[in-house]
Protein backbone atom coordinates (compact mmCIF):
# COMPACT_ATOMS: atom_id res chain seq x y z
CA UNK A 1 0.00 0.00 0.00
CA UNK A 2 1.62 3.57 -0.82
CA UNK A 3 0.55 6.73 1.09
CA UNK A 4 -1.17 7.53 -2.58
CA UNK A 5 -3.71 5.35 -2.02
CA UNK A 6 -4.87 6.39 1.69
CA UNK A 7 -8.26 7.84 2.43
CA UNK A 8 -7.81 12.00 4.29
CA UNK A 9 -7.06 13.22 6.52
CA UNK A 10 -5.41 10.12 8.11
CA UNK A 11 -2.35 9.78 10.53
CA UNK A 12 0.97 9.30 9.39
CA UNK A 13 3.58 7.76 12.20
CA UNK A 14 7.53 7.81 9.67
CA UNK A 15 8.70 4.97 11.33
CA UNK A 16 12.60 5.96 10.91
CA UNK A 17 11.93 9.47 12.82
CA UNK A 18 10.04 7.37 15.62
CA UNK A 19 12.83 4.77 15.86
CA UNK A 20 15.61 7.56 15.98
CA UNK A 21 13.86 9.67 18.75
CA UNK A 22 13.16 6.96 20.90
CA UNK A 23 17.16 6.05 20.49
CA UNK A 24 18.11 9.40 20.79
CA UNK A 25 16.38 9.87 24.58
CA UNK A 26 17.31 6.51 25.12
CA UNK A 27 20.60 7.07 24.54
CA UNK A 28 20.98 10.66 26.12
CA UNK A 29 19.30 8.94 29.69
CA UNK A 30 22.03 6.27 29.70
CA UNK A 31 24.57 8.71 29.18
CA UNK A 32 23.37 11.06 31.95
CA UNK A 33 22.63 7.62 34.12
CA UNK A 34 19.59 8.26 34.65
CA UNK A 35 16.36 5.98 33.93
CA UNK A 36 13.52 6.82 31.68
CA UNK A 37 9.86 6.33 31.99
CA UNK A 38 8.15 7.51 28.91
CA UNK A 39 4.74 8.88 28.92
CA UNK A 40 2.18 6.78 26.88
CA UNK A 41 -0.16 9.13 26.42
CA UNK A 42 2.04 10.95 23.77
CA UNK A 43 1.15 7.78 21.58
CA UNK A 44 -1.55 4.94 23.77
CA UNK A 45 0.27 2.14 21.58
CA UNK A 46 1.37 -0.64 22.99
CA UNK A 47 3.56 -1.23 19.92
CA UNK A 48 5.37 2.02 20.55
CA UNK A 49 5.85 1.28 24.13
CA UNK A 50 7.60 -1.56 23.44
CA UNK A 51 9.77 0.09 21.37
CA UNK A 52 10.75 1.98 24.00
CA UNK A 53 11.31 -0.82 26.71
CA UNK A 54 13.57 -2.90 23.85
CA UNK A 55 15.69 0.90 23.69
CA UNK A 56 16.08 0.47 27.39
CA UNK A 57 13.29 2.58 29.32
CA UNK A 58 12.29 1.25 32.67
CA UNK A 59 8.47 1.35 32.37
CA UNK A 60 5.93 3.36 30.79
CA UNK A 61 3.93 5.89 32.20
CA UNK A 62 -0.02 6.66 32.13
CA UNK A 63 -2.56 9.00 32.09
CA UNK A 64 -5.60 7.22 32.03
CA UNK A 65 -6.87 3.83 33.25
CA UNK A 66 -8.02 3.60 29.56
CA UNK A 67 -4.09 3.97 28.95
CA UNK A 68 -2.98 1.54 31.84
CA UNK A 69 -5.19 -1.14 30.43
CA UNK A 70 -4.03 -0.57 27.24
CA UNK A 71 -0.26 -1.18 28.37
CA UNK A 72 -0.91 -3.80 30.86
CA UNK A 73 -2.65 -6.09 29.11
CA UNK A 74 -0.61 -6.09 26.05
CA UNK A 75 1.94 -7.03 28.48
CA UNK A 76 3.78 -3.76 28.30
CA UNK A 77 4.74 -3.05 31.83
CA UNK A 78 5.98 -1.74 34.47
CA UNK A 79 3.63 1.33 33.98
CA UNK A 80 3.18 4.32 36.47
CA UNK A 81 -0.37 5.61 36.83
CA UNK A 82 0.30 9.94 36.88
CA UNK A 83 -3.24 10.77 37.44
CA UNK A 84 -5.35 10.56 40.80
CA UNK A 85 -7.83 7.59 41.29
CA UNK A 86 -10.71 9.78 42.56
CA UNK A 87 -13.73 7.38 42.58
CA UNK A 88 -14.11 3.78 44.23
CA UNK A 89 -15.29 2.80 40.95
CA UNK A 90 -11.63 3.88 39.39
CA UNK A 91 -10.14 2.67 42.12
CA UNK A 92 -11.46 -0.67 41.97
CA UNK A 93 -10.87 -0.59 38.50
CA UNK A 94 -7.06 -0.05 39.15
CA UNK A 95 -7.14 -3.02 41.58
CA UNK A 96 -8.47 -5.56 39.37
CA UNK A 97 -5.60 -4.01 36.84
CA UNK A 98 -3.10 -4.61 38.99
CA UNK A 99 -3.86 -8.07 39.62
CA UNK A 100 -2.74 -8.04 36.01
CA UNK A 101 0.21 -6.62 36.17
CA UNK A 102 3.04 -4.41 38.02
CA UNK A 103 1.21 -0.92 38.09
CA UNK A 104 1.91 1.98 41.06
CA UNK A 105 0.26 5.16 40.91
CA UNK A 106 0.58 8.47 42.52
CA UNK A 107 -1.55 9.63 45.01
CA UNK A 108 -0.93 13.45 47.23
CA UNK A 109 -4.18 13.11 49.58
CA UNK A 110 -4.50 10.93 52.57
CA UNK A 111 -7.99 10.35 52.31
CA UNK A 112 -7.62 8.97 48.43
CA UNK A 113 -4.35 6.88 49.74
CA UNK A 114 -6.77 5.14 52.65
CA UNK A 115 -9.06 4.38 50.14
CA UNK A 116 -6.45 2.76 47.78
CA UNK A 117 -4.87 1.00 51.12
CA UNK A 118 -8.38 -0.65 52.43
CA UNK A 119 -9.39 -1.49 49.21
CA UNK A 120 -5.75 -3.44 48.38
CA UNK A 121 -5.58 -4.64 51.81
CA UNK A 122 -9.53 -6.30 51.42
CA UNK A 123 -7.97 -8.27 48.08
CA UNK A 124 -4.56 -9.21 49.44
CA UNK A 125 -2.58 -6.90 47.02
CA UNK A 126 0.53 -4.70 47.90
CA UNK A 127 0.33 -1.13 45.94
CA UNK A 128 3.22 0.98 45.05
CA UNK A 129 2.91 4.58 45.30
CA UNK A 130 4.46 8.25 44.49
CA UNK A 131 3.56 10.93 46.38
CA UNK A 132 2.71 13.40 43.77
CA UNK A 133 4.90 16.92 44.56
CA UNK A 134 3.55 20.38 43.58
CA UNK A 135 6.87 22.28 42.05
CA UNK A 136 4.95 25.19 40.46
CA UNK A 137 2.55 23.48 37.71
CA UNK A 138 -0.12 24.42 40.43
CA UNK A 139 -2.30 21.19 39.30
CA UNK A 140 -2.44 18.20 41.27
CA UNK A 141 0.37 17.62 44.18
CA UNK A 142 0.73 18.03 47.37
CA UNK A 143 3.47 20.79 48.80
CA UNK A 144 6.92 19.90 48.69
CA UNK A 145 8.75 19.27 51.98
CA UNK A 146 6.86 18.81 55.14
CA UNK A 147 3.15 18.15 54.14
CA UNK A 148 4.85 15.94 51.34
CA UNK A 149 7.08 13.91 53.62
CA UNK A 150 3.94 14.04 56.54
CA UNK A 151 1.93 12.44 54.02
CA UNK A 152 4.44 9.69 53.25
CA UNK A 153 4.86 8.59 56.48
CA UNK A 154 1.03 8.31 57.03
CA UNK A 155 1.26 6.17 54.01
CA UNK A 156 3.60 3.70 55.39
CA UNK A 157 1.73 3.15 58.61
CA UNK A 158 -1.45 2.42 56.43
CA UNK A 159 -0.60 -1.24 55.21
CA UNK A 160 -1.78 -2.10 51.73
CA UNK A 161 0.62 0.56 49.82
CA UNK A 162 4.05 0.74 49.32
CA UNK A 163 5.83 4.40 49.57
CA UNK A 164 8.33 4.11 46.45
CA UNK A 165 8.74 8.01 46.02
CA UNK A 166 7.91 10.94 44.68
CA UNK A 167 6.77 12.50 41.65
CA UNK A 168 7.30 16.24 40.76
CA UNK A 169 6.36 17.46 36.98
CA UNK A 170 7.28 20.61 36.07
CA UNK A 171 4.75 20.88 32.98
CA UNK A 172 4.33 24.47 33.18
CA UNK A 173 7.83 24.91 32.19
CA UNK A 174 7.89 22.92 29.36
CA UNK A 175 6.76 24.96 26.86
CA UNK A 176 6.73 28.65 28.45
CA UNK A 177 9.95 29.54 27.81
CA UNK A 178 11.94 29.28 24.73
CA UNK A 179 15.43 30.17 25.78
CA UNK A 180 17.29 27.13 27.17
CA UNK A 181 19.43 29.22 29.64
CA UNK A 182 15.88 30.61 31.31
CA UNK A 183 13.80 27.81 31.10
CA UNK A 184 17.04 25.85 33.09
CA UNK A 185 17.36 28.18 35.32
CA UNK A 186 13.45 27.66 35.63
CA UNK A 187 13.79 24.17 36.22
CA UNK A 188 16.59 24.48 38.56
CA UNK A 189 14.51 26.44 40.92
CA UNK A 190 11.24 24.19 40.77
CA UNK A 191 12.99 21.29 41.42
CA UNK A 192 14.42 22.16 44.75
CA UNK A 193 10.83 21.69 45.80
CA UNK A 194 11.82 17.88 45.16
CA UNK A 195 15.26 17.96 46.83
CA UNK A 196 13.74 19.78 49.86
CA UNK A 197 11.31 17.15 50.05
CA UNK A 198 14.04 14.42 50.00
CA UNK A 199 15.53 16.08 53.32
CA UNK A 200 12.27 15.90 54.70
CA UNK A 201 11.63 12.57 54.09
CA UNK A 202 14.94 11.98 55.72
CA UNK A 203 13.76 13.77 59.20
CA UNK A 204 11.17 11.26 58.89
CA UNK A 205 13.17 8.07 58.97
CA UNK A 206 12.16 7.75 55.19
CA UNK A 207 14.23 7.64 51.80
CA UNK A 208 12.92 7.84 48.03
CA UNK A 209 13.77 4.93 46.04
CA UNK A 210 11.77 6.74 42.71
CA UNK A 211 12.08 10.67 42.09
CA UNK A 212 10.77 11.34 38.92
CA UNK A 213 10.17 14.34 36.84
CA UNK A 214 10.36 16.01 33.66
CA UNK A 215 8.67 16.12 30.49
CA UNK A 216 10.19 16.76 26.80
CA UNK A 217 11.02 20.22 27.16
CA UNK A 218 13.25 20.06 29.99
CA UNK A 219 14.36 16.26 29.36
CA UNK A 220 18.00 17.80 29.21
CA UNK A 221 17.41 19.98 32.40
CA UNK A 222 15.63 17.74 34.85
CA UNK A 223 17.88 14.38 33.63
CA UNK A 224 20.89 16.17 35.30
CA UNK A 225 19.47 17.36 38.07
CA UNK A 226 20.76 15.82 41.11
CA UNK A 227 18.47 13.62 43.20
CA UNK A 228 16.19 12.51 39.75
CA UNK A 229 16.35 9.30 38.93
CA UNK A 230 14.33 9.04 36.05
CA UNK A 231 12.06 11.42 33.79
CA UNK A 232 9.24 10.92 31.55
CA UNK A 233 9.15 12.78 28.59
CA UNK A 234 6.32 12.00 26.18
CA UNK A 235 5.85 14.15 23.44
CA UNK A 236 9.78 13.71 22.27
CA UNK A 237 8.51 10.23 20.60
CA UNK A 238 6.62 12.27 17.90
CA UNK A 239 7.49 16.20 18.68
CA UNK A 240 4.99 18.65 18.46
CA UNK A 241 5.33 21.44 15.91
CA UNK A 242 4.65 23.55 19.22
CA UNK A 243 7.87 22.22 20.49
CA UNK A 244 10.09 22.69 17.57
CA UNK A 245 9.84 25.97 18.67
CA UNK A 246 11.77 26.36 22.28
CA UNK A 247 15.72 26.07 22.05
CA UNK A 248 17.44 22.51 22.58
CA UNK A 249 14.52 20.00 22.64
CA UNK A 250 12.85 21.54 19.51
CA UNK A 251 15.88 20.35 17.15
CA UNK A 252 16.49 17.16 19.28
CA UNK A 253 13.91 15.37 18.02
CA UNK A 254 12.16 14.80 14.88
CA UNK A 255 8.63 15.47 13.49
CA UNK A 256 7.22 11.72 13.20
CA UNK A 257 3.58 12.52 13.27
CA UNK A 258 1.97 14.34 10.21
CA UNK A 259 -1.56 14.47 9.25
CA UNK A 260 -2.06 13.77 5.86
CA UNK A 261 -5.00 16.03 4.15
CA UNK A 262 -5.86 16.74 0.39
CA UNK A 263 -7.05 20.19 -1.21
CA UNK A 264 -10.76 20.12 -1.48
CA UNK A 265 -10.81 23.41 -3.79
CA UNK A 266 -9.46 26.58 -4.65
CA UNK A 267 -12.29 29.26 -4.62
CA UNK A 268 -9.92 32.07 -4.64
CA UNK A 269 -6.60 32.70 -6.25
CA UNK A 270 -4.33 33.22 -2.99
CA UNK A 271 -6.21 29.98 -1.32
CA UNK A 272 -6.62 26.62 -1.25
CA UNK A 273 -9.08 24.15 1.03
CA UNK A 274 -7.85 21.47 2.47
CA UNK A 275 -10.13 18.70 4.47
CA UNK A 276 -8.29 18.91 7.47
CA UNK A 277 -10.30 20.86 10.07
CA UNK A 278 -10.29 20.60 13.93
CA UNK A 279 -11.92 17.06 14.19
CA UNK A 280 -8.16 15.88 12.24
CA UNK A 281 -5.78 18.35 13.97
CA UNK A 282 -6.02 20.02 17.83
CA UNK A 283 -5.48 23.60 17.71
CA UNK A 284 -6.41 24.40 21.17
CA UNK A 285 -2.84 25.86 21.83
CA UNK A 286 -4.57 28.81 20.14
CA UNK A 287 -6.50 29.62 23.21
CA UNK A 288 -3.28 30.65 24.96
CA UNK A 289 -2.62 32.77 22.58
CA UNK A 290 0.80 30.34 21.26
CA UNK A 291 0.97 28.34 17.73
CA UNK A 292 -1.64 26.89 17.64
CA UNK A 293 -2.46 25.36 13.71
CA UNK A 294 -0.79 22.92 12.33
CA UNK A 295 2.10 23.39 9.73
CA UNK A 296 2.07 22.36 6.31
CA UNK A 297 4.95 20.44 5.44
CA UNK A 298 5.23 23.01 2.27
CA UNK A 299 6.88 26.27 1.89
CA UNK A 300 5.24 29.71 1.59
CA UNK A 301 1.98 28.30 2.82
CA UNK A 302 0.13 28.88 5.67
CA UNK A 303 -2.87 27.62 7.41
CA UNK A 304 -5.91 28.54 9.37
CA UNK A 305 -8.72 26.08 10.40
CA UNK A 306 -11.92 26.83 9.02
CA UNK A 307 -14.36 25.03 10.89
CA UNK A 308 -14.72 20.59 11.89
CA UNK A 309 -13.60 19.41 8.86
CA UNK A 310 -12.07 22.41 6.75
CA UNK A 311 -8.91 24.15 6.55
CA UNK A 312 -8.03 27.05 4.53
CA UNK A 313 -4.35 27.57 3.13
CA UNK A 314 -3.08 30.73 2.00
CA UNK A 315 -0.23 30.90 -0.11
CA UNK A 316 2.87 33.98 -0.18
CA UNK A 317 2.11 34.10 -4.03
CA UNK A 318 -0.56 33.04 -7.12
CA UNK A 319 1.60 30.97 -8.64
CA UNK A 320 2.48 28.70 -6.00
CA UNK A 321 -1.13 28.01 -5.07
CA UNK A 322 -1.92 24.06 -3.93
CA UNK A 323 -3.75 22.41 -6.23
CA UNK A 324 -7.52 20.19 -6.32
CA UNK A 325 -6.45 16.72 -5.58
CA UNK A 326 -2.85 17.79 -3.78
CA UNK A 327 -1.97 15.76 -1.00
CA UNK A 328 -0.21 17.53 1.74
CA UNK A 329 1.48 16.52 4.97
CA UNK A 330 0.92 18.98 8.14
CA UNK A 331 2.47 18.75 11.67
CA UNK A 332 0.45 19.17 14.53
CA UNK A 333 0.65 21.84 16.79
CA UNK A 334 -0.18 19.29 19.52
CA UNK A 335 0.53 15.56 18.59
CA UNK A 336 -0.72 13.93 21.93
CA UNK A 337 -4.44 16.27 21.43
CA UNK A 338 -4.58 15.15 17.50
CA UNK A 339 -3.71 11.42 17.60
CA UNK A 340 -6.43 11.10 20.47
CA UNK A 341 -9.10 12.16 17.56
CA UNK A 342 -7.72 9.32 15.53
CA UNK A 343 -9.06 5.63 15.47
CA UNK A 344 -5.49 4.25 13.99
CA UNK A 345 -2.41 5.67 12.48
CA UNK A 346 -0.43 4.15 9.03
CA UNK A 347 3.32 3.38 10.39
CA UNK A 348 4.93 4.90 6.79
CA UNK A 349 8.79 4.26 5.66
CA UNK A 350 9.35 6.56 2.16
CA UNK A 351 6.16 6.46 0.22
CA UNK A 352 5.00 2.92 1.56
CA UNK A 353 2.73 2.11 4.28
CA UNK A 354 4.23 -0.89 6.36
CA UNK A 355 1.75 -0.89 9.19
CA UNK A 356 -1.59 0.14 10.39
CA UNK A 357 -1.44 0.48 14.17
CA UNK A 358 -4.80 1.11 16.10
CA UNK A 359 -4.53 4.19 19.11
CA UNK A 360 -5.72 2.25 22.03
CA UNK A 361 -8.65 2.99 24.16
CA UNK A 362 -9.33 6.57 23.35
C1 LIG B 1 2.58 13.95 34.63
C2 LIG B 1 3.17 14.10 33.26
N1 LIG B 1 4.40 13.60 33.02
C3 LIG B 1 4.98 13.70 31.80
C4 LIG B 1 4.32 14.32 30.76
C5 LIG B 1 5.01 14.36 29.41
O1 LIG B 1 5.21 15.63 28.93
P1 LIG B 1 5.61 15.90 27.40
O2 LIG B 1 4.56 15.25 26.56
O3 LIG B 1 5.58 17.35 27.28
O4 LIG B 1 6.92 15.29 27.19
C6 LIG B 1 3.05 14.88 30.96
C7 LIG B 1 2.34 15.57 29.89
O5 LIG B 1 1.32 16.18 30.01
C8 LIG B 1 2.46 14.75 32.26
O6 LIG B 1 1.24 15.25 32.51
Not at 192 to 218: F, I, K, M, P, Y
Request: proline share 5%; net charge neutral.
Amino acid sequence: LQISELPTPCLLVDLDLLDSNIRKMAEFCRSRKCGLRPHAKAHKSPLVARKQLDAGAIGLCCQTLEEAEAMILNGVRPVLLTHMLASDTAILRFLNLRRHGDIATTVDGLENARVLANGALHRGLSVDVLVEVNVGHNRTGIEPREPAARLAAEITRLGGLRFRGIMGYEGHLQLSTPEFPKRKAAVHSALQGLTGTLDALERQGLQAEVVTAGGTGTYNITAEYPGVTDIQPGSYVTMDHRYNLIETAGSDFGNALTVLATVVSTPKPDEAVVDLGWKAASVEFAMFGWEGMPRPRLDGISYRVAGDEHGILKSDSPTHRPRVGDRIRFIPSHCDTTLNLHGKFYGVRGDEVELVCPIARR
